[in-house]
């Protein structure tokens, strides 16, 4: 099915004008599993050039597809859901290859996807403007009416992160679609050939030549001219605070949707169900080895009930399963690379060093982190604040509710807290005081139900997804006011 996508060289191409192309550079960048270093296939590194003519073709592309009414955009975007679930499995092998997901997590994804999609469509096609009577405002006769309509911004330059490369891509593809946007979409390096191959499903599925491109390359080569291109209308991005920060120092008048690191706490009161948090916290912070910017990466706990929920967690921490996700179905798995192993690796080191007790856990074998729990952390440790995006969960003892709050909202994170208690009156004391996006009550921190408003502040992000606020944010109203008198 993908013989113009892939050829039996394993040399993948990219998405432009309608053609899946080589770069004329001829340089080439290996993608290599995490599971054991095999080859996945390789990708283009792309010249400016080459992105200077991907960007220039969606802009005008995107002419054409504003004028196509919604109704027909939905049944496009409807099509590639339908396509999507068809070749779940097909895609959901790329990935357990590509990223080292497990693959049950890996065909939910692509699910979660098509239904992402769906939504997206009808979305759209129900949002509706409005009409304003000048006559509320104060010294305005009965003869002013603005009409107001959202309308498309342009080009959406979409970069995706390693972790969900499908449904994190279509996440930002299909809103900006609906909205009457072309799409230029940038995947992270590792990840990019699930992303391909998502891409290649919109184009079965009937976008027109053009609406989408795809763009894959070296950041140090093309990541800063991507982000800077002055016929870029709107810029999508995923990943790390590092690079979020970069971006937004590079763009200038340029409206920005970016979500970005989280140091997620789950805070354990004393009235708690310990078994009830002892279960998500666990299912919360190492699924997919914690590789998730809505991973629990704390525990803040009331010292009355810490002993008794630590020993839960630990119990729960030991029947983890850990290992290969492409022969079995595994919860924690190799990291995406060693870099990110080091990483994870230094910072138990260091709470170790200081004087943190590790439960379990703490060892490595290649890129694979053990998971690992670490009592009796301080706040004079990185892995207190730091975010390790790894199978690594740090315990920290606080004396009451407020020390918890307080402990958490000094971080340079806002993405999401969690509260666990049967007070309902605790519950809304602490999530109207903590500093983040979303506060879960009684579950663990995780992106959804996608209908959901989705955010971060402080450094976790900028603007506000979800699916209807999705499209909003890559659109924007405009106003015709009548004069009739």
């Known amino acids: ?44 590194a792309m010249s400016k050039e080459e992105v200077d003519y991907a960007i220039q073709n969606a802009k005008e592309a995107q002419k054409q597809w504003d004028k196509m009414p919604i109704n027909k955009r939905a049944t496009i975007l409807l099509k590639a859901a339908d396509l999507l679930d068809e070749k779940a499995e097909e895609i959901a092998n790329i990935m357990v290859l590509e990223i080292a997901k497990d693959k049950k997590s890996a065909i939910s994804e692509v699910n979660r996807t098509a239904d992402y999609i769906r939504f997206s469509a009808d979305t759209a096609k129900n949002m509706a403007g409005e009409t304003l009577p000048g006559e509320s405002f104060p010294g305005t006769g009965k003869g002013k009416i603005s009409i107001v309509n959202r309308v498309s ?40 050939i699930s992303a391909l191959h998502l891409v290649r499903v919109f184009q079965e599925a009937g976008v027109p030549a053009g609406v989408i491109n795809t763009i894959t390359g070296r950041g140090s080569e093309i990541g800063d001219y991507v982000v800077g291109h002055p016929l870029v209308d709107f810029i999508n991005f995923t990943g790390s605070t590092e690079i979020g920060l970069r971006i937004s120092g590079i763009t200038t008048m340029k409206p920005l949707l970016m979500e970005l690191g989280g140091k997620d706490a789950a805070i354990v009161l004393e009235d708690a169900d310990l078994d009830l948090a002892a279960h998500n916290i666990v299912a919360g912070a190492y699924s997919y080895s914690g590789q998730r910017c809505t991973a629990v990466k704390r525990i803040l706990v009331i010292d009355k009930v810490a002993d008794e929920l630590v020993k839960k967690v630990r119990e729960k921490v030991k029947l983890l399963k850990v290992g290969n996700p492409i022969n079995e179905q ?7 690379d060693d870099k990110a192993a080091d990483y994870v690796e230094s910072l138990i080191l260091e709470s170790k060093e200081k004087g943190a007790t590790i439960l379990e856990g703490g060892n490595r074998e290649g890129n694979l982190i053990y998971p690992t729990l670490v009592d009796n952390v301080t706040l004079d440790m990185r892995l207190a604040w730091e975010e390790p995006f790894g199978p690594v969960l740090p315990i920290i003892r606080v004396n009451n509710v407020d020390e918890a709050i307080s402990i958490a909202n000094k971080s340079e994170y806002g ?3 969690s509260v666990f208690t049967r007070d309902i009156n605790k519950a809304f004391y602490v999530a109207n005081k903590l500093e983040v996006g979303t506060v879960q009550i009684n579950n663990k921190t995780e992106r959804g139900p996608d209908h959901f408003p989705f955010s971060g502040v402080k450094a976790s992000g900028i603007g506000t997804q979800g699916i209807r606020y999705s499209i909003e944010a890559m659109s924007r109203p405009k106003a015709i006011v009548l004069n009739i008198e």
């Open 1 to 44: 099915m993908f013989n113009d996508l892939c050829c039996k060289d394993k040399i993948y191409r990219n998405y432009v004008g309608g053609e899946w192309v080589k770069s004329e550079t001829s340089k080439l960048i290996s993608i290599n599993s995490p599971v054991d270093g095999s080859l996945v296939g390789k990708v283009q």
């Open 153 to 192: 911004l342009g080009v959406v330059l979409a970069i995706s992160p390693f972790n969900y490369p499908v449904n994190l891509s279509a996440s930002k593809i299909a809103p900006a679609l609906m909205a009457g946007n072309s799409v230029v979409l940038k995947p992270a390096t590792q990840g990019s």
């Open 330 to 336: 595994v919860d924690v798995v190799p990291l995406i």
């Open 415 to 417: 993405l999401q807290s």
